[in-house]
């Protein structure tokens, strides 16, 4: 989605509100025709948020989120998410070509109907961005993610980079291209896993509660993501936005890897109080 930054004055109190309808045409995250499934979904979800300070080019917020997942067909994968963030932004400069820099922490709690799944999860960011000309902006960044659920096999820890750009190509409509690699753990699901994981004492694999013909296993791997999307600004406080995001996971040790394709519908709307 499109991010933006202020660092001017605005409001003290915040929320933000998003509705995004979704399809992934391969929710299991298999790696054989025979495997792989689809869905699509829904998602609700509000952020609160609090300025906590504001200097003369900085800002910190609080921000509390709620966030609501149904999907359609594997309802397992439905969740519930509540976390709590906390955003440093701050910058040196407006010119173009000066950047601004933002810090993130977020702490939540995933609540599946998929009991396997459920989860904690921590995530720190570090993000560097500018404004190249009046038409052009650019953002890159490197953040850590630590996900503990009740299973090992969705117990991950991951680190990734990405750099954005965004182009006006009118007034308010803007095109953007995000890449992003990620390192770390992945899972996936298979009717058949191979050889390699059948192991009693390996915890690393189990009997999936979502796709119940299927094993869930988790390997070292690295994935990587490439985003298309547009967004339409309606006025100062909403946004329209249409992506594409596809991906590739590939494991470190054994011949396994699959790909994704998550077609994105997303309203965005900001109140201020």
Known sequence: MLLSVQLQAGSDVFVDFEATLGFDDNVARAAENADIEHDGFLT?????????YQGESSVLNGKVLLEANQF??????????AAAKLNY?????????APWFALDLDYGVVEFESFLRDSNV?????????????????????SFKDREAESEVFTTQNASFFINLDWAVLKKHVVYVTYKIETGDIFSSASNPGLWLIDASNSNIVDDDVFLDKRAYRLDGTTQFVTLG????????????????????????????YQGLTVLASYFHRFEF
């Open 89 to 97: 932004t701050f910058g040196f400069s407006s010119s173009f070509g």
């Open 230 to 257: 547009y967004n339409m600004i309606m006025d100062l406080h909403s946004s329209f936005d249409l992506s594409a995001r596809y991906l590739q996971s590939e494991a470190n040790d054994v011949s396994l890897d």
């Open 72 to 81: 359609s067909r594997f309802n397992g994968l439905s969740n519930i998410v």
């Open 122 to 142: 921590f995530r720190a960011a570090a993000t560097m961005g500018m404004q190249i000309d009046d038409a052009t902006s650019m953002r890159l960044g490197f």
């Open 44 to 52: 609700l979800a509000g952020t609160g948020g609090y300025e906590l």
